[in-house]
Structures are given as C-alpha cells and as structure tokens.
C-alpha cells in the first residue's frame, strides 16, 4: 500500500510563492508517475502537473505554465510543486497522486494514490 502526504500549503498574498511536497510511505513510487492536482470550492478536480517516472518529461495545465514547476528526488521519495507569481485564481486544494508504473497520464483517473490535500489560498 501506498500513503501520500501532501504539505506546504498556506495563506498567502498574490505575486507570491509556496513550494509543495509530497511525501510517501509504504512502496516505491521511483517507478510511477506523479502528478499534481487540484480542486476549488465548487469545482470539479483539475490536473496541474505531472512528472515522468524519470523526471525527464513534465507538463502543465495551460493555467500554470510558466509559473509553477513539478519535481522529484527518486531518491529521496518525495515530489514538489514550486508555485510562483500565485493568483487567487490558484486558491484550491492541491492533490499529489501517484498514477501508472512507467506510463504517463494527465487525467486523474489514471491515477491509484491519492494524498490528503494541503489547502492553499491566495489573497487579492
């Protein structure tokens, strides 16, 4: 089995910046994909990120895109989302979850783990 536990979140202003990590126990996720999503009040979930097995292949939802950046340290386990430039448009819940071995997935449905959620609102 696999947990996911998602920190880092927080109450900041817009223009600034949070980092999120996601820490894992039980197996390995060296091999899986991960990714980042979100969820704002009254909202359906959304994908933000997500990062290949390797590290080597990310992608961005078009909202994020040059302000955010998806990482992972296979050695150490975790996987982070620097967040710049945060908008109130960014206030949500963010997911980390962990999707297919050496497969690569954009949609939360191809995803098996699925952390608590970290809260991060942004003030105008």
């Known amino acids: 089995q696999v947990q996911l536990v998602e920190s880092g979140g927080g109450l900041v202003q817009a223009g600034d910046s949070l980092r999120l990590s996601c820490a894992a126990s039980?197996?390995?996720?060296?091999?899986?994909?991960m990714g980042w999503f979100r969820q704002a009040p009254g909202k359906e979930r959304e994908f933000v990120a997500v990062?290949?097995?390797?590290?080597?292949?990310?992608n961005y939802a078009d909202s994020v895109k040059d302000r955010f950046t998806i990482s992972r340290d296979n050695a150490k386990n975790p996987m982070y989302l620097q967040m710049n430039s945060l908008k109130p448009e960014d206030t949500a819940v963010y997911y980390c979850?962990?999707?297919?071995?050496?497969?690569?997935?954009?949609?939360?449905?191809?995803?098996?783990?699925w952390g608590q959620g970290t809260q991060v609102t942004v003030s105008s």
């Open positions: 979850a962990a999707g297919p071995p050496y497969g690569y997935s954009l949609y939360a449905s191809s995803y098996a783990y």
């Open positions: 990062i290949s097995w390797s590290g080597g292949r990310a």
């Open positions: 039980g197996r390995s996720l060296s091999s899986r994909t």
